[in-house]
């Protein structure tokens, strides 16, 4: 009984074949199979080492938030340039009103002074 080659026994080969180049090629396809996803993974863990160490000095989230509502607050505390032009007018306005008042205190003060010279001058002539 000797081995015949003939067109069944090709196309039970080639189907085998064929079998066998589907399975080799889906293996190397797999990433898991072929310890290709490992070695991505890997190099992942190494970037993001790498990016901790150089991040390890920032502050995290939760501290830029908390800066974050601490400058909102400080800037709805800080008045506008509007409102500091209207508090520079009504500055102005009172130093002119003080000008005012230190004008009105030194004719009062000379009126004092006249009038008490003519008491102490009537006094003194009595």
Known sequence: MGFQFDFETACAFLI???????????????????????????AIGVKVTGLEGKLGDCASVEALEKLRGELQAMEERVASSGEVIALEGKINALGERMNGVAEMMKRTDAGVQRIEGYFLERGVNR
């Open 16 to 42: 085998l074949a064929f079998f066998g180049w589907v399975i080799w090629r889906g293996g190397s396809a797999n990433p898991v199979g072929t310890g290709q996803l490992q070695k991505q993974l890997q």
